[in-house]
């Protein structure tokens, strides 16, 4: 009755957290809607700062790990007031490390804007302001992930798609806004998830009578952070660098169907992300050598999403050129459907192998298994090299050999995790 009860609780989180996620990301790309207000020049710029801070999320992937893990861990009084006190001096970092780039930006203040050709500053400043919430927030999500606080993990995730949104939307359509306008509302969004999920937190942040007592052991947090950020990274780059590889090595007229197609099958990624997230936290609290159910639910429930997901693209993309020719409004877009749509199931199933992969990542970095990383860091590594090979050789590879390369090395990502989550699974004197 009890696991029944597990099982569905489980089912129940993940379905939540899947939902939150998919409306967040829809809300968040639904943005570039405005970009139709915006001068082509403006909007390019745009484009470029969202990527700037999507680069800055990278040195942030391993906070929103360990918080979870420190937070779940958390059970005894002294625990809590470590998390406390750790906390409040993590943020302290954080807030020391931004000051330190906007001051060295500001410094490089004329070079940095000829680079980037901005005419007015304005822009640029916003983006430094989204620098503190965006390293604040993977801590605060943290937190309510390893308490187990999905409802409001998921409602921060839905604030700032939906902040996002009506900001943008409001100081571009409504106000004229251009580049430094959509960085303010994407600026809007971010401030609101990091205030909500702060507030929901705040009993763990602020601590308790008695967090004074709390220690921080600096090279400790420091161990626990660079083997996640390196394990999160690895599935990060394989997720991510062939859209870099394919600008570079395909026509440009091929680099946007390719960009389109790929944007499907990384969203598979994203959607069955939840249910690892929901996994980490009570892996946390597991006790050391038992036989676990909550990995084969999320790797189940992982491996049904993205086969349906994988079925449904597949029969769209055979479907809508047919669909094309029915409707005249599609019909006009035809010649880009087409050159889309054969390249959708090449990256859904390609991608599959990795959504799985990061459920072993998961499992591994929830219980410290951080001797796993430097083998997941290799796979990513000889991804890379055969990557940049490609990119080298004197016949250009097609689309496909491309989209073949990824879905080969997220196997042998797959492979890896999976004998490294069976081989580092026994007991914690494997850590």
Known sequence: MIEADSKRAFYRQGSWLVITTFISGLLMFAVHIFGGWMSPEEYGLFVTLLQILNLMMIPALGLQTVFAQQTAAAIMPQQQFDLAKSTRKMLL????VWMAIAVLILLNQEAILESLKIEKPTALYVTLLLGLPQLWLPVLLGILQGR???????????????????????IVALLGGQAAGATTGVLIGLTTACLLAGWHGRQVWLGQSGASRGN?????????????????????????????????ILPEADSGPYGAAGMIGRGLVVFTGPLAAVMFPKLVREV??????????????????????????????????????????????????????????????????????????????????????????????????????LANTAEPPSQQTIILTLGGFNLAFLGTAAALARRYAPSPESR
């Open 216 to 248: 921080f052991e600096a090279k400790a947090w420091l161990k626990r952070i660079i083997p996640l950020t390196l394990g999160l990274g690895a599935g990060q780059f394989m997720l991510s660098a062939d859209m870099i590889a394919a600008r570079a």
């Open 148 to 170: 187990q606080n999905f409802a409001w993990l998921g409602g921060a995730a839905i604030a700032n798609g939906v902040g996002r949104f009506a900001a943008v939307g409001i």
């Open 288 to 389: 050391a050598g038992t036989k676990s159910r909550v990995l084969f639910q999320a790797l189940l429930g992982t491996a049904t999403l993205g086969v349906l997901a994988g079925i449904g693209c597949t029969l769209a993309a055979w479907l809508l050129p047919d669909i094309a020719d029915r409707f005249s409004a599609l019909a006009a877009k035809k010649k880009i459907v087409t050159e889309i749509t054969p390249l959708i199931p090449y990256f859904v199933w390609s991608m599959l192998p990795l959504a799985l992969a990061n459920v072993f990542v998961a499992a591994l970095l929830a219980k410290e298994r951080y001797r796993a990383v430097p083998w997941l860091v290799g796979i990513a590594v000889a991804y890379g090299l055969m990557l940049a090979w």
């Open 93 to 96: 970092i954080c807030l020391c």
